[in-house]
């Protein structure tokens, strides 16, 4: 079946929110004896279901998915965490001969999964504090002109008034000693022993933003704002990370009474459509993506992709055989 056996096939869907990635990423799994696997900053996170568009169990189709609800609403996402549970979950998959079947929502992720993470130094709270008095005692401008001393290439990079983005720069030059830049070009470990399959799906941007809507009004029918309510009355800190999600901070306003539902529901709808046309510029930019335009619950590209993948020489069966 593989030309090199020491190479594994993986697949890997990119798109916007909405495009129906789960939905393809099943009938993949189903196809080709796989597995689904979730790369997903929001869905990592227990009992933020709703929102974060968590395939049910129907949808699913008895499917295993993986790397869905493995972190509690205290812990931190980050893409170096992400990468570990990967490799772990890619280890089990290929012991049990089974199709990993990324869908994939968070661009970061992917890369670090694939291309690796650069040694980056830990955050250092006492630095931050000094370099955050810095910019309270200096003129504006003045943290990145710090930068442009240590690293003019990353100052070229990074908005003068992005203090988060300068803080973290200035913060790895003066502990890893060396430009940030130098940083992240060395040190990373890509992934190996896999063959990577880029699947894209770009729905006509009206009807994605449309669905986008459609999808808003059927998360609020299911209960969305019970969830929200379940989980501040479990006693969750109210600043805990998922509560910034799309979605969930409007539900948590609408609960405080600071805005209406109708309010929410199209501030909801506009947050998505602008984190869809991100999604699409990060995506775009991924190399090697074979694109399908429409959704990937629509039958005619779920046939369209399944024959790219055949010729690409994955069969089922015999996927690691």
Same mark, same amino acid.
């Given at each position: 079946m593989r030309e090199? @056996? !020491?190479l594994l096939p993986l697949v890997a869907i990119v798109g916007p929110t909405a495009s129906g990635k789960s939905a393809l990423g099943v009938h993949i799994a189903e196809r080709f /004896? /796989? &597995?689904?696997v979730a790369c997903d900053s929001t869905? $990592?996170?227990r009992g933020f279901d709703i929102g974060t568009a968590k395939p049910g169990l129907s949808e699913r189709k008895g499917i295993p998915h993986h790397l869905i609800d493995v972190l509690a609403p205290t812990m931190a996402a980050t893409a170096g965490g992400y990468r570990e549970l !990967?490799?772990?979950t890619l280890e089990d998959l290929r012991r *049990? &001969?089974? $199709? %990993?079947?990324? =869908?994939v929502g968070t661009g970061l992720y992917l890369r670090a999964l694939l291309e690796g993470l650069a040694d980056v130094p830990q955050r250092s &709270? @006492?630095? *931050?504090?000094r370099l955050r008095a810095s910019i309270e005692e200096h003129p504006p401008g003045h943290l990145h002109h710090v930068l442009k001393r240590l690293d003019p290439e990353a100052a070229g990079k990074i908005a003068p008034a992005d203090e988060q983005k300068l803080i973290r720069a200035v913060e790895v030059c003066v502990l890893a000693r060396k430009p940030i830049s130098e940083v992240h070009r =060395? /040190? *990373?470990v890509p992934l190996e022993g896999w063959r990577v399959l880029k699947i894209g799906l770009m729905p006509p941007r009206e009807k994605l933003h449309e669905r986008i809507h459609a999808r808003t009004d059927a998360m609020l029918e299911r209960g969305w704002m019970r969830e929200v309510q379940a989980l501040l009355e479990s006693g969750l800190a109210q600043d805990a990370k998922p509560f910034d999600f799309i979605g969930y901070r409007e539900m948590r306003a609408v609960l405080r009474k600071e805005i209406t539902l109708e309010v929410a529901r199209t501030a909801i709808q506009q947050a998505t459509r602008r984190y869809a046309k991100r999604q699409l510029t990060w995506f775009r930019k991924e190399p090697g993506v074979q694109w399908f335009s429409g959704f990937g619950d629509d039958p005619v590209v779920q046939a369209g992709v399944i024959d790219w993948l055949q010729s690409q020489h $994955? &069969?089922? %069966?015999e996927l690691f055989g």
């Open positions: 090199n @056996k !020491a /004896g /796989g &597995e689904v869905q $990592l996170y !990967a490799l772990q *049990r &001969e089974r $199709l %990993p079947v990324f =869908t &709270e @006492k630095l *931050r504090e =060395t /040190g *990373r $994955l &069969e089922h %069966p």
